[in-house]
């Protein structure tokens, strides 16, 4: 993510807080989404692009408190909200790093919290992220060698639907992407942002599919966010080119 993407989150983190929990049907989407990371009592699960934390409660209640949470994210002003949202946690912990490039092998901002559970990752959830990275295909495949054997990776993104209905509901999905793509000042784009954003997701959910042995796929909110789980073979399958 670039610096003015980091600043343009950053600033409207306050906005995208009260959009995560307050937005109609997204309490659903966000126990489908741990129901996906098949996760026990005692696992430990890392969600990377955590933003305001609102999924981290949810991710704890799944492992309980024998269990392990950790939220990654780039921006420093929605983990502020995300560490406020879980202070009461203790297995809950909220670090500063780039899902592309975890913090894994060091104590950045996290006393090496990754550094002590390398291996040990049961699942990674990833929701709406894949669509702000360079090369989320790549991102994928290195969440799946992250989780390793039976491991698990679970992606939610916004996509166009291609529901029957699906010309309103995409003309809304579109001028929503545009107004929160920065920098929103922008009247014309060499590409249109909603294409790009399908290109990347349909790369991402399609690489996971790749990887994984057993895949399950959703379509929630009017046929605009994917969910895709997946967990990795026994054995790594190899689908890089």
């Given at each position: 993510m670039t610096e003015s993407a980091r600043e343009f989150y950053g600033r409207w983190a306050r906005l995208y807080d009260l959009i995560a929990r307050r937005t109609p049907g997204i309490a659903r989407l966000r126990d489908r989404a741990a129901a996906a990371c098949r996760l026990e009592p005692g696992d430990t699960v890392v969600e990377m692009g955590c933003g305001t934390g609102a999924n981290l409660p949810v991710l704890r209640e799944r492992v309980g408190p024998e269990g392990t949470v950790i939220?990654?994210?780039?921006?420093r002003p929605v983990l502020e909200r995300a560490r406020a949202a879980t202070a009461a946690y203790d297995n809950v912990h909220?670090?500063?790093?780039?899902?592309?490039?975890?913090?894994?092998?060091?104590g950045r901002d996290g006393a090496g919290v990754l550094d002590t559970i390398a291996g040990d990752i049961d699942a990674?959830?990833?929701?709406?992220?894949?669509?702000?990275?360079a090369e989320?295909?790549?991102?994928?495949?290195d969440w799946c060698d992250l989780v390793g054997a039976d491991g698990t990776v679970v992606l939610a993104n916004a996509a166009r639907s291609g529901e029957w209905y699906a010309p309103p509901v995409n003309a809304v999905f579109r001028a929503i992407v545009v107004l929160s793509t920065?920098?929103?000042?922008?009247?014309?784009y060499e590409s249109e942002p909603h294409r790009?954003?399908?290109?990347?997701?349909?790369?991402?959910?399609?690489?996971?599919?790749?990887?994984?042995?057993a895949v399950a796929d959703e379509t929630h909110v009017f046929g605009v966010v994917r969910l895709t789980g997946g967990r990795?073979?026994?054995?790594?399958?190899?689908?890089?080119?």
């Open positions: 939220g990654l994210d780039v921006t909220v670090l500063q790093g780039d899902a592309t490039q975890p913090p894994i092998g060091g990674v959830l990833a929701t709406f992220v894949v669509g702000m990275l989320p295909a790549d991102a994928v495949d920065p920098p929103t000042t922008k009247l014309r790009r954003l399908d290109e990347k997701i349909g790369a991402a959910h399609a690489r996971l599919r790749e990887r994984a042995v990795l073979p026994a054995r790594p399958i190899d689908s890089r080119p």
